[in-house]
Each structure stands twice: as C-alpha cells, then as structure tokens.
C-alpha cells in the first residue's frame, strides 16, 4: 500500500528566508503524481505545485519548487522568499496514475508553517 | 462561507452504532471529498465521488462507505463504530476531478464515541 510521510509536524521561517519541507512517500508503482497542497486558516485546499514522476525536471512555480527523488523517494518543497501570506498547513500528497477506474490518493499529515515577521 | 454545507454539526453515539453524515458541495462542483481529521493522525483523505462516481480513493475503513446522489450531495455511512472513529470529518468541493482545483471545505461533523 502507499504511504506519505511528513516528518515536520512544525515549521518557522523568517519573512524572505527559504525553507524547505519534507515529504517521503512509498509505492510500488512506476507512474504517479505528487502534489503539495496548501491549507490556510480558511480550510480552502490550495495546489502549490504537483510533479509527474515520469519527469527528471523538478517542477517549479514561482518562489515554489520541488526537489523530486524518484529512487529515494522524496518529494520536498522548497519557499524562496517566504512571505507572511504562505503560513499555512501544507500537504504532501500522492496520486496513482490510473487511466480509469478509481486512483489511489494518499495525504500526509501535513506541516505547519509559520512565517515570522 | 466556503458554500459547503455539512449536517449534522454535532453526533454522539455508541460503540457498535451506524451513522450517516450528510454534505452538500458549492453550487457548480462535481468533486466531493472526504477526509477524517483526528488529533493523532491529521487528516486523512478517504474518498472521492465526481459526478456520481467513485473517483479516488484513500485508507478508508471497509466499515465506512460513501456515495454522491444526481443532486450531488454526498453521504459518507459509518458503521460498527469503534471509539477511535472519534474524529471530525470534513467534506470538501471541487470543479475537477483529479485534485487540480480548489476543494472548498465544509465546517466539519464531529462524531464522538461514548
């Protein structure tokens, strides 16, 4: 079965610093998605960014990207420049690539970041 | 207001009981999700309809089931609870189907085991 794993319950960043969060993941397939996702206070779940495993190129959005390690199994998100309006709960999540049927979708436990002013 | 209505607010009930939790999505979304979020364990996605059909689905119980009506509000059925079903229990709406767009959540049902 697929697992997620986010091992930082809780996060800090200085406003304008960089942080980066952790995400591992399990899974015998050889084709799926990763996402991370953002949860503000409003609860609305936001995509920051998602990577196709069966791209080497690290998905990149912004001041967010991704350092993807398919063999290692790691998925982790960088902030560049972090601002006040990035505090949130963030998400770490895996997708199976299934054409049809139901997919498999599997969340992490998620981190809260907090951006210090 | 997210648009997302969850009823009932509130549910106590015992070990071994069955309980229906109710979600109407935003006006315009197909994609109703449901997650489980608990102290120990955060959240925990379990499944997805899209437009009547099941989409996704994650480490949902065998004991638990859910389904999404032509009208597209969705009931998520839990049965032979067990105290560690104490949780709140969120539904959220999307437009898409594959966890691109927003999910807009509901206030939660929280179900407590006696």
């Known amino acids: 079965a697929q697992t997620v794993t986010q091992s930082q319950p809780e996060m800090s960043v200085q406003e304008a610093e960089t942080v980066t969060l952790s995400c591992t993941y399990d899974t015998s397939e050889s084709d799926y998605y990763l996402f991370w996702y953002k949860q503000p206070p409003s609860r609305q779940m936001i995509l920051v960014i998602r990577?196709?495993?069966?791209?080497?190129q690290n998905a990149t959005e912004n001041r967010f990207s991704v350092n993807f390690q398919k063999a290692a199994k790691s998925f982790s998100l960088k902030i560049s420049d972090s601002q006040l309006g990035d505090a949130a709960m963030y998400f770490c999540?895996?997708?199976?690539?299934?054409?049809?049927?139901?997919?498999?979708?599997?969340f992490g436990t998620g981190t809260r970041l907090k951006v210090l002013a | 207001d997210s648009g997302v209505t969850q009823t009932p607010k509130h549910l106590i009930t015992a070990t071994g009981q069955r309980v229906t939790l109710r979600c109407s999505p935003r006006s315009g979304d197909l994609s109703v999700y449901w997650y489980q979020q608990s102290l120990d364990q955060g959240l925990q996605f379990l499944i997805q309809y899209y437009n009547g059909e099941e989409r996704a689905k994650g480490n949902i119980l065998e004991r638990f089931s859910a389904q999404q009506f032509p009208d597209l509000h969705s009931e998520l059925n839990l049965s032979s609870l067990e105290l560690g079903d104490s949780a709140l229990y969120f539904c959220?709406?999307?437009?898409?189907?594959?966890?691109?767009?927003?999910?807009?959540f509901g206030d939660g049902t929280r179900l407590s085991i006696l």
């Open positions: 959220a709406s999307s437009v898409g189907e594959t966890g691109m767009s927003p999910q807009h």
């Open positions: 990577q196709e495993a069966y791209k080497q």
């Open positions: 999540a895996y997708r199976s690539a299934t054409t049809s049927g139901t997919y498999k979708y599997i």
